[in-house]
């Protein structure tokens, strides 16, 4: 009973210490969704060319998508016109952020590393970009065109879905923004942040520091370990948060948390195969080598820096929840967090629309 007690409440310290930071940033991702133009993005994302890779690397860093979920958006950006250069960089730099992960980053792992995670995340999403500049971007043959709405007349300063009739109001978007925050993206993400939680708690109660001194001491062994687990593994960015958080309580060097913080979310085998299919298997084996090299150099970038400033991770950590949110916040934001996830395990109703109210 003692090991079962010790278990849960490392694991209870971890939720609650998020929770309060994934709220706001689902409330985030739901605004982002609902009032970010997905044309927007494609219009800025067609030259195969630096300027359309650095856009590409900004836009995908708020935006909420896991690495599956990014799949569907990265090949509708490809329909619409968006280059290869600007769509490898959206599937890096998408996936591996957003304001949820980037808050739940702030929440246990501190604002160095957060703030950290954002800019080598931009910086290896432009080096994936770069690299795909190296083969010609050829695009498959296709004849199709969007059908212009039914109901607005052929006015060429109208755009092609215009229909005034189709487009929510203020009220309505809210709405739609909640529900996808708190409803369509925990349904997506929701097990695998328990199952990150529920891991770290483990790794925080039962990882003895021998262990990672042992085995993980060293930076470059430390680092192609994560690599390894990484890549083939699909885990959400927010959900591997919790598991990095745990393993440098114990020893392991930030660098190496980091090279799993991207390669985790960003890779999955299912990732690989579209991309082979749509690109070519040149290209896809670019596209892994490109970011392998970039997650490593970022990596010891990072050990370097946190060696230069002088952090330690245990102390670093005491101070950030030293002067963190009131206990009760945390516990209440807990509650909440815990029954969205639960409500978005039923399954949807099909008679209504995919913006549908809460």
């Not at 065109?145 to 229909?163: G, I, L, M, T, Y």
Request: glycine share 10%; charged share 15%; proline share 5%.
């Amino acid at each position: 009973m003692e090991i079962l007690r010790g278990f849960l409440l490392e694991t209870v310290n971890l939720f609650n210490t998020m929770s309060p930071y994934l709220l706001f940033g689902f409330l985030m991702a739901g605004l982002l969704k609902v009032f970010l133009k997905e044309d927007f993005v494609a219009r800025h994302l067609g030259t195969h060319d630096f300027w359309s890779i650095l856009k590409a690397s900004i836009f995908g860093i708020p935006l909420p998508l896991c690495s599956c979920g990014v799949i569907p958006a990265a090949l509708g950006l490809r329909k619409q016109g968006a280059s290869k250069s600007a769509v490898f960089s959206f599937m890096i730099s998408t996936p591996t952020t957003g304001v949820d992960s980037i808050l739940a980053t702030y929440a246990l792992l501190g604002g160095f590393y957060a703030g950290f995670r954002v800019l080598a995340t931009f910086i290896v999403a432009f080096i994936v970009g770069a690299a795909a500049l190296l083969i010609k971007d050829v695009r498959k043959s296709s004849t199709e065109e969007k059908a212009p709405c039914p109901h607005c007349k052929p006015d060429p300063r109208v755009s092609a879905n215009c229909c005034a009739d189709d487009q929510p109001r203020a009220g309505s978007r809210l709405l739609q923004a909640l529900r996808y925050g708190f409803y369509d993206l925990l349904r997506d993400s929701g097990r695998s942040i328990l199952v990150g939680v529920f891991i770290g708690g483990a790794i925080s109660y039962f990882l003895p520091v021998s262990f990672v001194e042992q085995y993980l001491g060293n930076v470059w062994v430390s680092m192609l370990v994560m690599l390894v687990l990484g890549i083939p593994m699909y885990v959400c960015s927010t959900g591997s948060i919790p598991v990095v958080a745990a393993l440098m309580l114990k020893g392991l060097n930030p660098g190496a948390g980091f090279v799993f913080l991207i390669t985790g979310p960003a890779t999955n085998t299912v990732s690989f195969a579209v991309i082979a299919r749509e690109f070519g298997v040149k290209s896809m084996l670019l596209f892994l080598g490109s970011l392998i090299a970039g997650s490593l150099l970022m990596g010891l970038v990072f050990n370097w820096a946190w060696g230069y400033f002088g952090l330690n991770f245990p102390e670093l950590m005491r101070h950030h929840h030293a002067g963190g949110l009131p206990g009760w916040v945390n516990v209440v934001s807990s509650l909440v967090l815990a029954g969205c996830i639960i409500f978005s395990w039923q399954k949807p109703d099909k008679n209504k629309g995919q913006g549908g109210c809460l």
